[in-house]
């Protein structure tokens, strides 16, 4: 799942943009709603993460250090 960070009412709140097909190779594309809203251009670097449940999720590496201490922060 993809958090949208930008133009969204909330960054907190997940957004479904769709489906996506995996390709032979594996590759998937991102939904172009999804690259605007949180900032994803050709060459960027992508953090990808097996979640509980069987999901995954994207995290731009240019921003981990922001999610990391965000998340870091919840732990009591």
Do not use: C
Request: aromatic share 4%.
């Amino acid at each position: 799942m993809i958090m949208a960070k930008r133009n969204a009412p909330s960054a907190e709140v997940p957004m479904v943009y769709g489906t996506v097909t995996v390709g032979d190779r594996g590759q998937v594309v991102i939904p172009k709603g999804a690259r605007s809203d949180i900032g994803v251009h050709p060459g960027d670097k992508l953090l990808v993460l097996r979640m509980h449940k069987g999901g995954i999720a994207l995290i731009k590496t240019d921003g981990l250090k922001d999610w990391v201490n965000k998340f870091l922060s919840q732990i009591k």
